[in-house]
């Protein structure tokens, strides 16, 4: 299973930007998704997650409102649309594809991308 995301960059504090994950070797309708963040020195944390169908989404208290997981399971992508981006929001942010649930305690396991920076500066 191999799991890649792109869309990273940078932008000013209140901007925007739309993260996507492509998922491939096995059936993607077999794995929750989500998305985590880190910055160097810190904890991975929790932002978003999704489940198979799509139909159930669920975030971090800091990003819930701002930012919006999304699925495509024709296409094997989950997205994260990231509005109202603060300084905070800074990271390097990775996907992961699991079989289970995924919660902000969900640490190990899975299958992880290599990151994308998200940088919000002004």
């Known amino acids: 299973v191999h799991v890649a995301e792109s869309g990273g960059g940078s932008v000013r504090p209140g901007g925007s930007l739309r993260l996507s994950c492509v998922q491939s070797?096995?059936?993607?309708?077999?794995?929750?998704m989500g998305w985590f963040r880190q910055n160097l020195g810190k904890e991975r944390e929790f932002v978003a997650g999704?489940?198979?169908?799509?139909?159930?989404?669920w975030y971090s208290d800091i990003v819930r409102g701002r930012f919006t997981i999304s699925r495509d399971n024709a296409a094997n992508t989950v997205s994260l649309q990231m509005n109202n981006l603060r300084p905070e929001d800074t990271a390097t942010y990775y996907c992961?594809?699991?079989?289970?649930?995924?919660?902000?305690?969900?640490?190990?396991?899975?299958?992880w991308g290599q990151g994308t920076q998200v940088t919000v500066s002004s």
């Open positions: 999704i489940d198979r169908s799509g139909r159930y989404r």
């Open positions: 070797g096995h059936d993607f309708t077999t794995y929750y």
């Open positions: 992961l594809a699991y079989e289970r649930p995924i919660t902000n305690k969900t640490t190990t396991g899975g299958y």
